[in-house]
């Protein structure tokens, strides 16, 4: 009779013990779970909410351009300069140094700040003068950069240098762009054309005489 007593003292240890392990493992997965969760929800960079940025916006938008400069030379955080680059593009005309802070915005890391930038530069006077800086971001990684880019050149750039950017825009590599250019040639020209070699052909026998 001891035999099957202690077989059953055996297993019951064994039971408990693998109950131990698996309790174990399941305060384990879920210490784990809850650290995913609190490093997915932590901030990488600091916020501003909409009060904070509208005080900022009030304590900016009568300086001088040149105060207003050196406030975007210090200034850190995407969102605050996307509100700046909206004051810069009403506040001032073709400056050299408005310029440069626009060029700064164009080329940063964060899409965000490039497409704001874009988006101020269509009530920004001196709009002609940035064309060159605009058109690298016709080819830029994100959609909504490059949709910003088309819509500013095509819609506010009054230069007819602006249609042979349309123009070079029919062999983008992006099938959105290569799309919005036969869009906006058609719309600005009197021509009427639906496919890009049309449009090639017709450029080539009109650039040097066409006016806007």
């Known amino acids: ?20 392990c698996v309790k174990d493992g399941a305060e384990e997965n879920k210490g784990e779970a ?11 960079e600091p916020l501003f909410d909409p009060q904070q940025i509208e005080a ?8 001088d351009v040149d105060t207003l400069l050196k406030k975007c030379e210090s200034e850190t955080n995407n ?5 700046y680059a909206t004051l810069l593009a009403k506040t001032t005309t073709r400056g050299p140094g408005v310029r440069a802070a626009f060029r700064k915005m164009l080329k940063s890391e964060d899409p965000y700040l490039r497409e704001q930038a874009l988006m101020a530069l269509e009530d920004y006077a001196g709009v002609a003068f940035m064309l060159d800086d605009m058109v690298p971001l016709l080819k830029d990684p994100s959609e909504d950069v490059r949709d910003s880019a088309m819509t500013t050149i095509a819609d506010y750039v009054e230069s007819r240098r602006k249609f042979q950017v349309l123009v070079d825009c029919l062999d983008s590599e992006f099938e959105d762009v290569r799309e919005n250019a036969i869009f906006n040639l058609g719309f600005y020209t009197d021509a009427d054309f639906s496919t890009a070699e049309e449009w090639k052909k017709w450029w080539a026998e009109n650039k040097n005489t066409f006016k806007p």
Do not use: D
């Not at 900022?56 to 300086?63: E, F």
């Not at 969102?79 to 509100?83: C, F, G, P, R």
């Open 34 to 44: 809850f650290n995913q969760a609190k490093r997915t929800v932590e901030p990488s």
């Open 79 to 83: 969102v605050v300069l996307a509100q």
């Open 56 to 63: 900022i916006v009030r304590s900016t938008s009568n300086m």
């Open 1 to 20: 009779m001891l035999f099957p007593q202690a077989l059953i003292l055996s297993s019951l240890f064994f039971c408990l013990a693998l109950c131990g």
